[in-house]
């Protein structure tokens, strides 16, 4: 007798790490995630008010956010926090993933790390890259992608004046595609928006429309990486197909 499916998660269940003010994530993973993939979530928190100390700890706790979510039985799990892999840098980001796949017995995946996944599947090696994030944050960022092989040949802040990581929560869809727009898209392979925070989704799905060139951001890629990993035969050969 075959076991019964359950009602939500038929096929599989994902997790995905949140920092604890972000309001984006879940609804983003749900509204890209085949209806049959459940996804499930925790909040990343740390007591410093120092968002940079934050920023160091979620990725060196992997392991014990993963623990949160006690006997459910998860087919992959999704760290939803582009900021924390540019802090850490490309090395460091790889070996604490590494290490936390291999001590939870699941796959583990980064946003930052899912948009490298999903450029090399495109064969895109230059990008015009926009992003929420305060100077210091998006230089971390630019130099992340640089030691990842990529050439940045165009770069947008959403909001120069801005330095409080918070505020990037009070972005919306309709940031995400003013800033697309106004990227130089000429000798450029891929676009890219970065950041779990900034809703783009509905962007995405405007943008595409208005370019030949690919599309990422964060939250699709990560949605693209965990379908792959969780249920490979939902998952589909362009991230971009999760928007349709």
């Not at 879940?26 to 008010?49: C, D, K, N, Q, W």
Request: proline share 7%.
């Amino acid at each position: 007798m075959s076991e019964p499916k359950a009602d939500y998660g038929p096929r599989a269940r994902v997790g995905v790490a949140v920092p604890h003010t972000n309001p984006t994530v879940e609804p983003e993973m749900r509204a890209l995630l085949p209806e049959s993939i459940g996804v499930y979530a925790t909040r990343l928190t740390h007591p410093s008010p120092h968002v940079e100390e934050r920023l160091k700890h979620y990725i060196r706790h992997i392991p014990e956010a993963i623990s949160t979510f006690g006997e459910m039985k998860l087919a992959a799990f999704g760290f939803g926090c582009t900021g924390t892999s540019y802090v850490a840098g490309l090395d460091l980001e790889d070996r604490l993933t590494a290490e936390a796949s291999e001590r939870t017995s699941l796959p583990v995946i980064t946003a930052a790390q899912s948009i490298r996944a999903a450029l090399k599947e495109l064969g895109c090696h230059s990008i015009a890259l926009v992003s929420p994030y305060p100077e210091w944050l998006a230089d971390a960022g630019y130099r992340y992608w640089e030691d990842a092989g990529l050439r940045i040949v165009d770069r947008l802040r959403v909001d120069p004046a801005l330095t409080d990581t918070h505020k990037i929560y009070e972005f919306t869809s309709d940031d995400a595609l003013a800033g697309l727009r106004q990227l130089n898209a000429a000798e450029v392979d891929c676009l890219v928006a970065s950041g779990t925070g900034m809703p783009t989704v509905r962007a995405l799905r405007t943008f595409i429309a208005e370019t030949e060139l690919p599309v990422l951001s964060s939250n699709l890629s990560l949605a693209w990486t965990l379908t792959r990993d969780a249920a490979p035969e939902l998952a589909p050969s362009s991230p971009q197909q999760l928007l349709s």
